[in-house]
C-alpha cells in the first residue's frame, strides 16, 4: 500500500428536528433480533453513539430501525450506514442503498453524532416493527438455508481458474472476499518481531470470520523469508507463515501470500527508500533473490490450493522511467531484464509465474498491473503465459488512484474481467470514510469480483484505511463499520 494523506469530510446526513423522511414499507419482517446501544465519545453538549443490530430471523431485503430517547432533549444531529430520521423523541434508521440485506444472524452497525446528553441510553428498540428482544418467533424452516451466510465450519476450499471466474474443485463460483492482514512485511525488518505483537491465533480468525471474511492476503518480506536479513528469519519466519496459513485454511479462510517488500537497491523516480535490504517498497522485484522466493513458497504450500500467490504488491517500472515509455513499462513488468531507472536486474511476472510451476505446484496466482496496481489497461496485452492457466489480474483501488470513478471501471477494469478473473487485494480510502468503497464494492458485486480492504491492523484511522481498533474486531469509525456492514451481506 502507497500511504496518502488526504482530509476528505465524512459523508453525513443531517437530520432536522421535527420532521420524518419518507420511509417505505420494509421488504419483509423481522421475526427476531437484538441491539447493542453504545456512547463511543462524549464531551459538553454533545456525543457520538453507535448500534449494533442482530438480526434473528428470517433474512431481510430491507430494514427499518426504531427507538425513542429518554431524554427530550436528545437529538441526531448526522448519522450513517443508514437514512436517519426524528420526530420528537422518536428515531427512525432506515437501510442505504448499499445495505438492505440482513440475513439471519447478520449484523448492521448504525451510527450518529447527537446533540444534548449522552444519558440516559434507550433501551427499547424495533426493527421492522418487532420488538428486539433478542428472541425470535418461529421463523420460516428454510431460513438458515436463505441466509446469505456462508457455512462457518470446515475447511477453506481449494480453488482453481475456469474461464474469467475464480472456482472451487465442485466448479462453483468463488469470490474471494475479505481484509489484508499487514506486519509480516515489514515487523520482522524492524525489530517488532513476527507479527508486531498482533495475535495470529484461533480467537482473532474468529473475530475476522464474525465480519463474514472468507480471505486473508498476507504481506511478507522477502529477506526475512530467505534468511538474509530480520529477526525472525529464514527457518523461523518460514514456519510463521506456514502456521498461520494452516490456522486460516483450517478455519474455512483462504489465504493469499502477497510479496511486499523486496531486495534490491533503488534511487529512482519516487524513491521510498535507498536501502538494498527490504526495508520498503521498490518498483519491481529483483532476479537476483525473488525467483528463489517463490521457489520456496510455492514448494512449501503446493499441493494445497486453498492458498492463492500474490507475485507482488504494487509494481511502479513507470514510475521509475518517469512515465516517458508506457510499453517500454509493461515489457519491464512482464519479462524483467533491465529496465529505465531501475539499476538491479529485475524479475518480471513471467519469471515468477515460471518459478512457480517449475515447482509442480498448480495454486492460483495473481500478477498486477502498473502503477502501484491501478492501472490494468494492457494487462491482457502483456500477461504472462501460464501453463495451468490459473492466472489471475490483481487491482489495487484507492479514492488517491488515477482509477476511481464507475466509468474508468467500465472500460479498463470490466474489458479484463470479461476475460480473466480480477481480484481486488487492496481497496481503501485515506479518510476513514467508506464512501468510496462502498461505490467500489458495489461495483465489484455487480462484477462478481472479490477484494480484500486494507487493513486488518489496530493503528488508528487517523490515516486512513484502518478496518479496527482491536484484534477482537471492533470496527473503527466510519471505515471499519462501512466496510464491514457491506461485507455481512456478501457470499464469497
Not at 23 to 32: E, F, L, R
Request: glycine fraction near 10%; include cysteine; aromatic fraction near 10%.
Amino acid at each position: 500500500m502507497r500511504r496518502r494523506i488526504a482530509l476528505l469530510a465524512t459523508a453525513a446526513l443531517a437530520v432536522t428536528a421535527g420532521t420524518i423522511a419518507a420511509v417505505g414499507s420494509p421488504a419483509n419482517a423481522a421475526t427476531g433480533c437484538t441491539v447493542t446501544y453504545s456512547v463511543t465519545n462524549s464531551w459538553s453538549g454533545g456525543f457520538q453513539a453507535g448500534l449494533v443490530v442482530t438480526n434473528l430471523g428470517d433474512p431481510l431485503t430491507s430494514w427499518r430501525l426504531g427507538f425513542t430517547f429518554p431524554d427530550p432533549t436528545q437529538r441526531v444531529s448526522q448519522g450513517w450506514n443508514g437514512e436517519w430520521s426524528q420526530t420528537g423523541s422518536t428515531v427512525t434508521v432506515t437501510n442505504a442503498s448499499w445495505n438492505g440485506s440482513l440475513p439471519t444472524n447478520g449484523k448492521v452497525e448504525p451510527a450518529f453524532v447527537g446533540a444534548g446528553s449522552a444519558g440516559p441510553k434507550p433501551t427499547a428498540f424495533t426493527l421492522n416493527g418487532v420488538a428486539c428482544n433478542g428472541t425470535p418467533s418461529s421463523p420460516s424452516p428454510s431460513a438458515s438455508q436463505s441466509s446469505s451466510q456462508p457455512p462457518t465450519s470446515g475447511p477453506a476450499p481449494a480453488l482453481r481458474v475456469s474461464g474469467n471466474r475464480i472456482v472451487t474443485t465442485a466448479g462453483r463460483a468463488y469470490r474471494l472476499l475479505g481484509v489484508n492482514r499487514a506486519s509480516g512485511e515489514f515487523a520482522c525488518v524492524q525489530g517488532k518481531g513476527m507479527w508486531d505483537s498482533g495475535p495470529v491465533d484461533k480467537a482473532s480468525v474468529d473475530a475476522m470470520k464474525a465480519w463474514n471474511v472468507h480471505a486473508v492476503r498476507i504481506p511478507l518480506n522477502e529477506d526475512c523469508w530467505l534468511g538474509l536479513s530480520g529477526s525472525p528469519s529464514g527457518s523461523a519466519y518460514q514456519q510463521a507463515v506456514k502456521d498461520y496459513v494452516s490456522l486460516l485454511v483450517a478455519n474455512g479462510v483462504n489465504p493469499i501470500l502477497d510479496l511486499h517488500w523486496t531486495h534490491g537497491q533503488y534511487t529512482g523516480n519516487i524513491s521510498a527508500c535507498a536501502d538494498v535490504n527490504a526495508t520498503c517498497q521498490k518498483p519491481m522485484p529483483s532476479m537476483q533473490y525473488t525467483p528463489t522466493f517463490w521457489t520456496q513458497v510455492a514448494n512449501a504450500f503446493k499441493g494445497n490450493n486453498a492458498v492463492v500467490f500474490d507475485l507482488f504488491n504494487e509494481p511502479y517500472p513507470d514510475a521509475s522511467n518517469n512515465w516517458t515509455d508506457i510499453p517500454a513499462a509493461w515489457r519491464c513488468l512482464r519479462d524483467g531484464g533491465t529496465c529505465t531507472g531501475i539499476t538491479y536486474e529485475v524479475a518480471g511476472m513471467q519469471d515468477l509465474v515460471d518459478a512457480v510451476r517449475a515447482t509442480g505446484a498448480t495454486n492460483i496466482v495473481l500478477a498486477a498491473g502498473l502503477t502501484w496496481t491501478n492501472d490494468l489497461t494492457q494487462w491482457l496485452t502483456y500477461k504472462p503465459t501460464d501453463p495451468t492457466g490459473n492466472l489471475v489480474a490483481s487491482w489495487h483501488s484507492y479514492n488517491f488512484n488515477a482509477c476511481v470513478t464507475e466509468a474508468c471501471w467500465d472500460s479498463q477494469i470490466a474489458t479484463v474481467a470479461a476475460q480473466v478473473p480480477v481480484h481486488a487485494g487492496e481497496i481503501g480510502q485515506d479518510s476513514c470514510a467508506h464512501d468510496y468503497i462502498d461505490r467500489l464494492m458495489t461495483w465489484l458485486d455487480a462484477h462478481s469480483l472479490g477484494y480484500t480492504a486494507w487493513t486488518w491492523n489496530p493503528w488508528g484511522c487517523t490515516g486512513g484505511n484502518v478496518l479496527i481498533t482491536d484484534y477482537a474486531g471492533t470496527p473503527t469509525v466510519t471505515y471499519g463499520q462501512g466496510f464491514r456492514a457491506h461485507l455481512l451481506t456478501q457470499n464469497p
